[in-house]
């Protein structure tokens, strides 16, 4: 019997749903740089494990007249070089699969890289920082407890070796607004409410959700690894256990930030959430243009 979380109560009436003026020619934008080979069952507890599920590994690329952002890097040119700094058990469970970099997909759309102006971090770990070294001095915009996270040698899951070589360009994000759909606190990157990041610890000390509201009132809510399919929200489950225990840094922090997103969901119906491994949820965004991946597909229900 797999263990569903109580149905949290609904946000409060008090809670506006927050006003965005996002900009014309404001879009987001898929960019899939390959998959890593996982099942439901590893994702989210009562998952079959005869259910494949090829998580997304990649980017989203938020395109704003004030400055592009990519939201996660994905697989970067480096990554076998990379993987070859975790510990050997690690190597043997990761099968991944690269399609194409998130630099040379950006490349092969002519893409104009003066437009960017960073990457923003969902959290610190290797599937979300690999692309980075591809664009130097690029700013990376990350957590403050997810950077200094990232500098201790107890967290799991970073080529630590590899990444000691790096100059990150780090900007530390500061949290300056007040409450956010019941969020404590939230940053408006732009001022206009387009792109909004709140705190939501739980799986690294400082993981963030991005909430993008594009023109016409299309919101996106990115998740990063709150849940790594949807159905972690949808069904309320959590990870399996085991895996809950190794990966997730407070486990309880993240369950409150599951429960805090399905009260959003329920105020806000068509909200588009989007883990950052769940293919369905990227196949809600615009393709880049010009580009030959794999492309996604999507998942088995
Ligand atoms: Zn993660
Ligand atoms: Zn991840």
Redo the contacts with the bound molecule.
């Keep these: 019997m797999t263990k569903q979380l109580p149905m949290p109560s609904p946000l409060p009436e008090s809670i506006p749903i927050p006003k965005a003026d996002p900009p014309e020619g404001m879009d987001l934008v898929a960019v899939p740089t390959g998959v890593n080979h996982r099942t439901a069952a590893y994702a989210y507890a009562g998952g079959s494990i005869f259910d494949k599920r090829d998580?997304y590994?990649g980017s989203a690329l938020i395109k704003h007249p004030q400055g592009d952002l990519l939201v996660?890097s994905g697989f970067g040119r480096d990554i076998v070089k990379q993987i070859a700094t975790m510990p050997r058990l690690f190597q043997k469970m990761t099968k991944y699969e690269v399609w194409k970099t998130a630099a040379d997909q950006l490349e092969a759309a002519e893409y104009d890289f003066d437009r960017l102006s960073g990457i923003l971090l969902?959290?610190a770990?290797?599937?979300?920082m690999s692309g980075i070294p591809d664009f130097p001095d690029l700013p990376v915009l990350v957590s403050r407890r997810d950077r200094a996270a990232f500098h201790n040698p107890e967290m799991f899951g970073n080529f630590r070796g590899y990444f000691q070589e790096i100059p990150f360009n780090w900007r530390e994000l500061i949290f300056e607004g007040g409450p956010y759909l019941g969020f404590p606190r939230h940053h408006d990157v732009y001022g206009d409410g387009s792109i909004v990041c709140v705190p939501a610890p739980g799986h690294t000390p400082g993981s963030v959700i991005v909430f993008v509201t594009l023109p016409k009132q299309v919101r996106y809510a990115l998740v990063?690894?709150l849940v790594?399919q949807r159905e972690g929200l949808t069904r309320r489950v959590e990870r399996p256990f085991p895996i809950r225990r190794l990966g997730d840094f407070d486990a309880e922090g993240n369950r409150q930030n599951i429960l805090r997103m399905v009260s959003i969901m329920q105020r806000i119906p068509d909200l588009i959430v989007v883990p950052?491994?769940d293919q369905r949820a990227f196949a809600e965004m615009n393709p880049l243009p010009n580009v030959t991946t794999r492309g996604l597909t999507l998942s088995a229900q």
């Design positions: 998580f590994i996660d969902t959290h770990h290797w599937d979300h990063g690894d790594w950052a491994h």
